[in-house]
């Protein structure tokens, strides 16, 4: 055996280090002698045998692998395009979806009834949240139906826009029902605005409410629209429309001017009897 073999000391083996520490403490607790003094001796010796001879490999197990916990990486929350310090960009909106053709023409259909002048393609789509194309698509779809069905409306193109017209085909309907309705009576509340008007013209619209005591808006409307009342300027106080009678107002009454209207103050009542009628006034 050369010097080398003899040098190199045998592994240690830690079950026959515990099987030898087991016996030695048996054969102490047999004689008595098991007092800490003689357990120090022991540790001490044990300890110098671990220190001059190698552990035997394989003796401490090593952790497998497959055991050790799943640790994810960091995730960097700046994306690698992205300088480090600079904001990161908002996502891109989302795109336009498509629509049920039936559904586009019900939105259009909707849309173009409560606008008052024409709207353009770019409008309604923006509003149905659908692509441009699908909109034309539908606009032209919905032109057709009408035209197939001789509908009393009709869509037609007015320079950029697009605006629900009634039909040519119904005009001479749309026309009988104007002119009765211009031959037809006035209400009592048009008389009474048509008399505030006759007498306090030019008024504006909120005079006349205040007179009145009640809204004149509808009624106003009437009365401009069967040509009895028509605007003239603007009120440079409150920059309300200006309105007073116009020369049919006058035809229909057979007068050649507002000074034939009659006095009011015969039409007004006794100061007596107002008062018997409201005493707190």
Same mark, same amino acid.
């Given at each position: ?9 045998a ?11 087991? &016996?030695t403490?048996?054969? &102490? ?12 001796? !022991? ?28 640790v994810? /990486? ?5 994306? /690698? ?10 996502a ?25 002048n ?39 193109? !007015? ?6 017209y ?15 309705g ?5 209400t009592?509340? &048009?008389?009474e #605005?048509?008399? !505030?008007?006759? +007498?306090?013209? /030019?008024?504006?619209? &909120? ?5 009145r005591?009640?809204?004149v ?5 009437t ?12 009120d ?6 200006? +309105?007073a009678? #116009? ?6 009454l ?16 006794? #100061?007596?009897?107002m ?5 707190d006034?």
């Open positions: 055996m050369s010097d080398e073999q003899r040098a190199e000391p592994p240690i083996s830690w079950d026959a280090l515990a099987a030898e520490l087991a &016996a403490r048996e054969d &102490a607790e047999r004689r008595g002698d098991a007092d800490p003094e003689t357990w120090d001796a !022991v540790a001490q010796e044990l300890a110098a045998r671990v220190a001059e001879q190698p552990v035997e490999e394989g003796a401490v197990p090593a952790v497998p692998a497959e055991d050790e916990p799943d994810e /990486p960091p995730q960097d929350p700046t994306p /690698p395009d992205v300088p480090v310090g600079e904001p990161v960009p908002d891109a909106p989302e795109p336009e979806q498509l629509l049920d053709p039936a559904e586009v023409r019900g939105g259009l259909e909707a849309l173009l009834f409560v606008m008052d024409p709207v353009d393609e770019e409008t309604l789509a923006a509003a149905l949240r659908c692509p441009d194309e699908q909109v034309r698509q539908g606009l032209t779809e919905l032109a057709d139906e009408y035209r197939a069905r001789h509908a009393g409306i009709t869509l037609r193109r !007015v320079g950029e826009g697009w605006r629900l009634t039909s040519d085909e119904h005009a001479a309907v749309v026309e009988r029902f104007l002119v009765d211009q031959r037809s009576r006035l009592q509340a &048009a008389l #605005t048509l008399a !505030v008007i006759a +007498y306090r013209q /030019p008024v504006t619209r &909120a005079r006349v409410s205040a007179i005591g009640v809204g808006d509808g009624v106003m409307r009365l401009i629209g069967r040509g009895l009342v028509h605007e003239v300027g603007t440079p106080d409150s920059g309300g429309g200006l +309105y009678t #116009t020369p049919l107002f006058l035809e229909r057979g007068l050649t001017g507002l000074d034939e209207l009659p006095e009011l103050a015969p039409l007004l009542p006794e #100061t007596s009897s008062l018997d009628e409201h005493p006034s």
